[in-house]
């Protein structure tokens, strides 16, 4: 029972331009979003989070979204470069009784060409 | 700081045999979490301990898996006996409570022949 969707397998953006990274989550309960990134043969690294009590959280050329009726939130890359080249995961989690344990999407490749 | 550190990075094993990844979380990190990454599925959440105490291995998904942490340096996640199915990568992680931000060991790719 996935209750993150990541439903874009892969994304390839021209540098420059904006990536747009969409996420669907279905636990009404989740209240902390974030975003981690990966590369090959390395665990995922932090980028960027945002807190149910927000819509927008911006950090440099990263910015996330969050429309909490849709259960959506988006991340944005603005402008994309070919370092930003990795698989994006969304992740979601609860409350301090879950430990804060993070519930993944299966994640979205992101491709950026020069 | 180190990071999460895991060992080994690869492992590859025969069917039936026993395999345990290790895990040393951050430092003064108090949670610890196992996950697993296949294509199938992404990374799924098997357990996680606050404190060294289990707190939910409803993810561990036979009862062929065990995880344990002795202590707040050092955890296992154990299969026994392996199968071609386990092959995966499995990452440790580890955060403060309280904080909702997990750090990711490099992981271990398993492979069972």
């Known amino acids: 029972d996935q209750q993150v969707k990541q439903n874009s397998p892969s994304l390839s953006v021209q540098e420059g331009r904006i990536s747009i990274l969409n996420c669907d989550y279905t636990?009404?309960?989740?209240?902390?979003f974030l975003w981690y990134k990966k590369y090959p043969a390395e665990g995922p690294t932090f980028l960027i989070s945002?807190?149910?009590?927000?819509d927008k959280n911006e950090d440099g050329r990263f910015t996330v979204f969050l429309n909490k009726s849709a259960k959506h939130l988006s991340l944005h890359i603005v402008p994309s470069q070919p370092g930003d080249s990795a698989v994006y995961f969304c992740?979601?989690?609860?409350?301090?009784?879950?430990?804060?344990?993070?519930?993944f999407g299966k994640g979205t490749s992101l491709l950026v060409t020069p | 700081d180190a990071g999460v550190i895991q060992s080994p990075r690869h492992e590859v094993t025969e069917m039936g045999q026993e395999v345990t990844l290790r895990c040393k979380p951050i430092?003064?990190?108090?949670?610890l979490f196992w996950y697993r990454q296949t294509m199938m599925r992404g990374l799924e959440l098997l357990i996680y301990?606050?404190?060294?105490?289990?707190?939910?291995d409803s993810g561990m998904p036979e009862d062929r898996f065990s995880a344990k942490m002795p202590n707040a340096s050092f955890s296992t996640l154990k299969i026994q006996p392996s199968e071609p199915r386990d092959s995966a990568v499995y990452f440790c992680?580890?955060?403060?409570?309280?904080?909702?931000?997990?750090?990711f060991g490099q992981g271990t790719r398993l492979t069972v022949v």
């Open positions: 945002i807190s149910s009590i927000k």
């Open positions: 636990n009404s309960m989740f209240d902390y």
């Open positions: 301990f606050n404190n060294n105490v289990p707190i939910d």
């Open positions: 430092s003064g990190h108090n949670s």
């Open positions: 992680a580890s955060s403060l409570r309280g904080e909702t931000e997990a750090f």
């Open positions: 992740a979601a989690s609860a409350d301090a009784n879950s430990g804060y344990a993070l519930n």
